[in-house]
């Protein structure tokens, strides 16, 4: 059966998981994974409808309680997550949502994105310039990483004397978002919630008292119709920026040059029309391995998909991953084509939830890749990469290459 082959705790299937992927499309395109009482839902016409449909949510809370919905109560022990967690505008529903997206777009507008295009791409090129000092090494962690945390801090104003604590932070939240975490990283999880939180309200109350040019100092002052933004709400926001900017970028940028580096032909064709190519480039690679595999909403009302009844009450897995390969909306999807014009790629999501951070990932992946292509004409591989074990979230743990 396809679902045998759908194993995310498997080191193999998350180096590997696209030819699973074509055979839950083929042959069990809605499906029940018992291991985490999910339904799989492969296909990119079924992801893309179910991202938009009003009858799933990514809570339920705003309508049911927990043991009308048949669900557990959460563990008390992480109330700090949760609490983070659940102000954030991913995770909300309904009104609430409508509002908090409401004010931030006007704080955190396509102008202020732009404005930081000179410090992206001085700090790009910085970085690109300490790998070609050094003759190499890991470009995640000299590249990737450092660029997207460094923005977000100036972004929201953070001391550089503490940028250092934002990427372990985020990190333990985000295993939180893994399949079936354990104990160990549920501990972790709150452990960086209540530190992230505590932070971040000194740094809130700073900034109300003394504003400055910083998303913060927007955020606390962004007001419509004598609505405000609570701190709690303040506080999610900076996080979940944070943590989905971040872990998005970074995994994009190692995905996306591990494949370039097997595809020398396209990585030839991009490094010769690098203006030319590198907006559909970016899309592309976004596409052909996406950071995020899967996204989770729950069922609000009985919901039929691709003719399979799913109650109200039950949770869907809307595979990213295998829907930017369907071959049913992607011509030849396993080829990497950077220059690719028809490319609907729902890497960012859809529908209300739309990632807000959009315009700020493409503009750090241009500078960033832009910068590596046009300083490292003659980057190439150590030797072939490992992935982390996360499958939810995936990425590299290190892409070695010399210059």
């Known amino acids: ?29 809605v499906v029940h994974f018992e291991p985490s009482d999910q339904w ?14 009003r ?11 927990h043991e009308e919905f048949g669900q557990p109560v959460p563990n008390p022990a992480h109330e700090p997550f949760h609490t983070l967690n659940d102000y954030g505008l991913l995770d909300l529903e309904g009104p609430d949502h409508t509002r908090i997206r409401r004010l931030v777009s006007k704080a955190f507008t396509p102008r202020m994105v732009e404005s930081l295009r000179p410090t992206v791409q001085r700090l790009a090129g910085e970085l690109v310039d300490g790998l070609l000092a050094d003759g190499g090494g890991d470009l995640i962690a000299k590249v990737a990483e450092p660029l997207p945390v460094a923005v977000i801090a100036e972004m929201l104003g953070v001391p550089e004397s503490d940028r250092h ?5 985020s990190s333990d939240i985000t295993g939180m978002f893994e399949l079936n975490p354990d104990e160990e990283t549920a501990r972790r999880a709150v452990t960086a919630s209540l530190e992230f939180s505590a932070y971040l309200r000194e740094l809130i109350r ?17 007001a419509e119709d004598g609505q405000v933004l609570s701190e709690q709400e303040m506080i999610s926001t900076c996080v979940l920026l944070l943590n ?48 995020l595999q899967m996204f989770e909403r729950w069922v609000l009302e009985d919901i039929e998909v691709g003719g399979v009844r ?45 990632c807000l951070g959009a315009p700020l990932a493409r503009l750090e992946l241009t500078e960033s890749y832009g910068a590596l292509l046009r300083k490292a004409p003659g980057l190439t591989l150590v030797r072939e990469p490992e992935w982390n074990p996360g499958y939810v979230i995936r990425g590299l743990k290190e892409l070695l290459v010399e210059v």
């Open 310 to 354: 799913i109650p109200r009450g039950a949770e869907v897995a809307l595979l990213f991953g295998s829907a930017n390969r369907d071959p049913e909306r992607f011509a030849d999807p396993d080829r990497l084509d950077l220059g690719r014009a028809d490319n609907p790629h729902i890497t960012f999501g859809a529908g209300i939830h739309f």
């Open 40 to 53: 799989l839902v492969s296909r990119y016409a079924d992801v893309n409808a179910l991202l938009r449909d």
């Open 165 to 169: 604590l934002l990427r372990p932070w």
């Open 206 to 222: 700073r900034r109300r008292e003394q504003p400055g040019a910083d998303l913060i100092s927007a955020l606390a002052q962004a």
């Open 244 to 291: 989905a900017g971040h872990e998005a970028t970074v995994n994009t940028t190692g995905n996306g040059w591990w494949a370039l580096l097997r595809n020398p032909g396209e990585l030839a064709r991009l490094r010769g029309a690098v203006d030319e190519l590198l907006p559909t480039a970016i899309e592309e690679l976004m596409r052909y391995d996406t950071p």
């Open 55 to 65: 009858r799933l949510g990514r809570t339920f809370t705003h309508r049911f309680g």
């Open 1 to 29: 059966m396809a679902i045998d082959a759908f194993d995310p705790w498997s080191a193999e299937f998350v180096a590997h998981p696209y030819p699973a992927y074509a055979a839950l499309r083929e042959q069990s395109p």
